[in-house]
């Protein structure tokens, strides 16, 4: 089952309520929502007042991506606003086994995340604490890139790993996922899928929902 999160760094934030409202009626599992703080990545992007807003519009599962330094001095925060999901990078912390031990202590679910240029190996020590795994298919900081191809084989390790250690973390991928990436990347195991400027770009929510899920023949 592919699970459908749309990225609202892409979305119409002067028509919040209406745009939430009509991604409801799409049927998607989830709101991706992208924190960045202009030091870890280059790029700054929406905060605490817009998740508050959201938070107050919808009961959907609300994903929060932190692309801070020091992300957990502000987990707690973020849990508190309405986060029901909240990953840190592997590369923004020496400390990620507390960040993910902290994430998981106030009844979140906890993922860890690696840019491109980050192996795997990076992460084995926390996959037996985290509920996901999101791998980065572009390097973080701006929407609307291309899809890097050599991140497929990072979801195939980490779903083989997943099966021999015989765990049961997800595998979510965020940057370039369209109706062909997102094959791909369910082919070798990922099951959450951040979509921004290909989905938004249609009129029609639900049916780049169907088509992102591979519904699109059906009736």
Not at 18 to 28: F, T
Not at 114 to 121: A, E, H, S, W
Not at 132 to 161: E, H, R, W
Not at 163 to 169: A, D, I, P, Y
Request: aromatic content about 8%.
């Amino acid at each position: 089952m592919r699970h459908i999160f749309p990225s609202l760094l892409s979305v119409d934030f002067l028509n919040l309520k209406q745009e939430i409202q009509l991604l409801e009626e799409a049927g998607v599992d989830g709101l991706h929502f992208d924190v960045m703080d202009g030091q870890f990545v280059p790029n700054i992007s929406i905060g605490l007042p817009i998740l508050d807003a959201v938070r107050s519009t919808t009961q959907l599962p609300i994903d929060v991506h932190l692309m801070i330094e020091n992300p957990e001095n502000y987990i707690e925060t973020f849990a508190k606003h309405g986060a029901d999901m909240i990953s840190v990078h592997i590369e923004s912390t020496p400390h990620i086994h507390r960040a993910i031990q902290l994430i998981k202590s106030l009844d979140k679910k906890a993922g860890v995340v690696i840019n491109p240029g980050t192996p795997v190996d990076r992460v084995v020590p926390v996959l037996s604490m985290v509920d996901y795994v999101l791998v980065m298919t572009v390097n973080p900081g701006f929407g609307g890139q291309t899809f890097i191809d050599m991140c497929a084989s990072k979801i195939k390790l980490l779903n083989d790993l997943k099966s021999s250690f015989n765990l049961n973390f997800n595998i979510e991928v965020d940057g370039g996922i369209n109706d062909k990436t997102i094959d791909i990347c369910a082919k070798h195991g990922a099951n959450l899928f951040v979509t921004g400027s290909y989905f938004f770009n249609h009129d029609d929510y639900k049916t780049v929902t169907k088509i992102l899920r591979g519904w699109d023949n059906e009736n």
